[in-house]
T-cell receptor, first 116, second 113 residues
Framework: AQKVTQAQTEISVVEKEDVTLDCVYE???????LFWYKQPPSGELVFLIRRNSFDEQNEISGRYSWNFQKSTSSFNFTITASQVVDSAVYFC?????????????FGEGTQLTVNP | NAGVTQTPKFQVLKTGQSMTLQCAQD?????MSWYRQDPGMGLRLIHY???????DQGEVPNGYNVSRSTTEDFPLRLLSAAPSQTSVYFCASSRLGGSYEQYFGPGTRLTVT
């Protein structure tokens, strides 16, 4: 069965520090998709990125970057020069094309607090 | 487009009461689902639907019923509320297939006393 683990329950940093959120996944499918969602204090869930299992290129979007490594089953998320507005809960999630289709399995989430 | 809408935003129930959480989407998405979010447990799938007339159980279906009579609507029914169902409930929709991002509603915060 698929599983997503976010071992860091809470992280606290000072503004402008870089921070990496870890995500480790388990799946038996060869075709799968990994996602990151952000949940700010207001409570809504905001989609950040999707990566498919055949594309191991790292991705950068502004201060955000993602490192996908199939060899270690990890899909880590780095925020460079963190800001107070980055404070949120971040979720990593997995879907499997063959086994579970659209169903998402979420990790437990990492609460990131960026202090001024 | 309104996206995914959920009502109510907040609800307090007494143990044993029943209620329906409403969810609607206007994006013509085939896939809809319900999650509950509890502290330290991420989001867990309750029920999902791949189209009108088709529903299936997720990870934590006990105590909940769903139906999908139209593409747009996917209500979640609590048959006899229990304190263990105190949670934040999110409805989501997407196109069918694992590659598509899911769009989430704003959530319903339910307290069962």
């Amino acid at each position: 069965a698929q599983k997503v683990t976010q071992a860091q329950t809470e992280i606290s940093v000072v503004e402008k520090e870089d921070v990496t959120l870890d995500c480790v996944y388990e799946t038996r499918d060869t075709t799968y998709y990994l996602f990151w969602y952000k949940q700010p204090p207001s409570g809504e869930l905001v989609f950040l990125i999707r990566r498919n299992s055949f594309d191991e290129q790292n991705e950068i979007s502004g201060r955000y970057s993602w490192n996908f490594q199939k060899s270690t089953s990890s899909f880590n998320f780095t925020i460079t020069a963190s800001q107070v507005v980055d404070s949120a809960v971040y979720f990593c999630a997995l879907s499997e094309e063959e086994t579970s289709g659209s169903r998402l399995t979420f990790g437990e989430g990492t609460q990131l607090t960026v202090n001024p | 487009n309104a996206g995914v809408t959920q009502t109510p935003k907040f609800q307090v129930l007494k143990t044993g009461q029943s209620m329906t959480l409403q969810c609607a989407q206007d994006m013509n998405h085939e896939y809809m689902s319900w999650y509950r979010q509890d502290p330290g447990m991420g989001l867990r799938l309750i029920h999902y639907s791949v189209g009108a007339g088709i529903t299936d159980q997720g990870e934590v279906p006990n105590g909940y019923n769903v139906s999908r009579s139209t593409t747009e609507d996917f209500p979640l029914r609590l048959l006899s509320a229990a304190p263990s169902q105190t949670s934040v409930y999110f409805c989501a929709s997407s196109r069918l297939g694992g590659s598509y991002e899911q769009y989430f509603g704003p959530g319903t915060r339910l307290t069962v006393t």
